[in-house]
């Protein structure tokens, strides 16, 4: 029995979907990941997993380079012959969904980690891509056995779209994390928000920036820091931005890290202020299984997170008064946080464990 994987990124398979390839594999399953980049490949092939190296742009909405993606998916299912297809992300669920049909591959499998780009912004190049996807995604999912979404939310607007049918239609609690790497500690000594994201402007990069110039007027020994890769790409926030706020001692600006455990350890309070339609933020996640209080927005997928004032606080998107001014309470209250940081821990372990999320996972599947 063999399942092929299909996913938007290598680095993310090698990252958050490790411990779910290995229970494929501990089901004894052939494991084959179609890989977009080379790296991480190595990572994936140690623990058994068969990669095939696809070309593809997974930001481009391009109609050769969709094309393209699309014959070389039908190419490799047929010589493949997969008995089940898994794909994540909105063009492998797409794009993944249909070629796997057309290779008519039995049973087919898609889980979607948020909305996406595409439904969190109304630029008119957007409107008209949702235009088109709302068409194609009917067709994708009618293509699958069932569909897996990581709200309630998203999964209801799917069905009341009529994308999908109720009775196909799943929800897990996000991708989880691995507590096992991600583990609790202690509060540091220094104050220090941190924030880790892909630097889209959805993502509410600029509104984080503009809460930490308010605070930091009020509390100038206050450190906040960034992490975060730039995708060259339309979505993103401008860099010039960014520069002016670390050149002006606002923010500290360092990129993207490869590992961010130790950003997470020295970090008071993880904010993630973002307006993306997500699925559930790992980088949430995973500042919670280190026993970090939150703040993120009240939107699907960060909503989820948090307990209102038992392990973080919800502000309103694209808000960043309310942001400073939830930042500027925890300041003052600052006894309260070791608190909130052991409600996160807990939370995350009753809900979010990527075992309990992974088992679901497999019984959704059929993989018992």
């Known amino acids: 029995m063999k399942i092929v994987v299909i996913a938007n990124k290598t680095n993310n398979l090698a990252r958050a979907r490790k411990k779910l390839l290995q229970e494929f594999i501990k089901k004894d399953y052939e494991v084959v990941c179609i890989c977009p980049e080379k790296e991480y490949i190595e990572e994936l092939q140690k623990i058994g997993v068969k990669t095939i190296k696809i070309q593809w742009n997974r930001i481009s909405s391009g109609l050769f380079s969709n094309i393209l993606y699309f014959k ?5 299912l ?5 008995d089940i297809v898994f794909s994540y992300t909105a063009k492998p669920n797409i794009v993944g969904s249909i ?6 591959v039995p049973r087919i499998y898609c889980m979607l980690t948020g909305l996406g780009y595409i439904y969190s912004t109304n630029k008119f190049k957007i409107k008209v891509i949702r235009f088109f996807c709302n068409r194609i995604y009917k067709i994708a999912l009618k293509c699958c056995t069932k569909v897996i979404f990581q709200n309630k939310d998203d999964r209801d607007f799917f069905i009341k779209k009529k994308f999908v049918d109720e009775e196909k239609a799943y929800v897990v609690d996000g991708s989880g994390v691995d507590l096992e790497k991600f583990q609790f500690t202690k509060l540091p000594n220094e104050f220090n928000f941190l924030m880790i994201s892909r630097l889209l402007d959805v993502k509410g990069v600029e509104e984080f920036c503009k809460a930490a110039e308010i605070v ?3 509390f100038p020994n206050i450190t ?3 992490l975060g890769e730039i995708e060259n790409s339309y979505r993103d926030v401008k860099i010039e931005n960014i520069k ?6 606002i923010i500290n600006y360092e990129g993207y890290k490869e590992d961010v455990l130790p950003y997470l350890k020295n970090c ?13 933020p790992r980088s949430v996640l995973e500042a919670m299984a280190i026993g970090r209080p939150i703040i993120t927005t009240n939107v699907s997928g960060c909503k989820e997170t948090v307990k209102e004032g038992i392990n973080g606080y919800l502000v309103e998107p694209k808000n960043y008064i309310d942001l400073a001014n939830k930042m500027e309470f925890m300041i003052e209250n600052k006894d309260l946080l070791e608190n909130m940081g052991k409600h996160s821990f807990e939370y995350v372990k009753e809900r979010f464990d990527v075992n309990l999320i992974n088992k679901k996972m497999l019984e959704i599947m059929d993989l018992f």
Not at 269 to 279: A, I, Q, R
Request: aromatic share 10%; proline share 5%; hydrophobic share 35%.
């Open 72 to 76: 070389q998916l039908v190419k490799i």
């Open 216 to 218: 930091k007027s009020k």
């Open 268 to 280: 008071m309070v993880f904010v993630l202020p973002s307006y993306l339609k997500e699925g559930i």
């Open 224 to 226: 906040f820091t960034l």
């Open 78 to 82: 047929k010589e493949e012959k997969p």
């Open 244 to 249: 002016k706020y670390q050149e002006n001692n």
């Open 99 to 104: 070629s796997a049909k057309i290779a008519k």
